[in-house]
């Protein structure tokens, strides 16, 4: 069974720090894995694909498939990164619906304070 | 550019009333997905359609049905209300096949139900 873990359910840092939000996943194959935003009562948004490799709002993410981790890292928080992150992921590439339902984490709920 | 679009965006039920949740995509896309996002409990799957036609179940469906009788339109619906679905309901929608396969997915604004 596919499973995404985030060990944090809060996380607060002030502004201008480094940032890191946790994600582990369980998964027997080559998963694709996501990070998602949800700023206060708004709709999620995609932030980051591990297959792309980007850097998104100063945002970066690497694949760790030995230690199956997907941390989101960013070197300098700003008070706009307030909001809830959610890491997902989903299975590999090809025909089917069942190779992209997405399982969530539980989300970390990020404040940064001025 | 409306994306996914889903209505209403607040409803107030009694245990026992039944209501119908729609959402709508104009990206042509073939997947839709229904989840429920609850305080500590992330997002969870309760039904999904990978075309016109055709509905599977997720993680939570039961107290749950859906329908996909045209490919931009997915809805969700409760027949008799439970305190237990008081929740915010996001609708997804995701592309089938091509190149554009690992985009994600696009979320609708989401539904806030409350049964009382």
């Known amino acids: 069974a596919q499973r995404v873990t985030q060990p944090e359910k809060l996380l607060s840092v002030f502004k201008g720090a480094p940032v890191e939000l946790k994600c582990n996943y369980s998964?027997?194959?080559?998963?694709?894995l996501f990070w998602y935003v949800q700023y206060s009562r708004q709709r999620l948004q995609l932030l980051l694909r591990?297959?792309s490799r980007e850097s998104i709002k100063g945002f970066t993410a690497d694949l760790n498939k030995g230690e199956t981790s997907f941390h989101l890292k960013k070197p300098f928080a700003q008070e706009e990164d307030s909001a809830m992150y959610y890491c997902a992921l989903s299975g590999p590439r090809g025909r089917g619906g069942s190779n992209y339902k997405l399982t969530f984490g539980k989300g970390t709920l990020l404040t940064v304070n001025p | 550019n409306a994306g996914v679009t889903q209505t209403p965006k607040f409803r107030v039920l009694k245990t026992g009333q039944s209501m119908t949740l729609l959402c709508a995509q104009d990206?042509?896309?073939?997947?839709m997905y229904w989840y429920r996002q609850d305080p500590g409990m992330g997002l969870r799957l309760i039904h999904y359609s990978v075309g016109e036609g055709t509905t599977a179940k997720g993680e939570v469906p039961d107290g749950y049905n859906v329908s996909r009788l045209k490919k931009q339109n997915f809805l969700l619906g409760l027949e008799s209300a439970a305190p237990s679905q008081t929740s915010v309901y996001f609708c997804?929608?995701?592309?089938?096949?091509?190149?554009?396969?690992?985009?994600?997915?696009?979320f609708g604004s989401g539904t806030r139900l409350t049964v009382v």
């Open positions: 997804a929608s995701s592309p089938g096949t091509g190149r554009f396969l690992n985009y994600g997915y696009t």
């Open positions: 591990h297959i």
């Open positions: 998964y027997s194959g080559s998963p694709e």
């Open positions: 990206m042509n896309h073939e997947y």
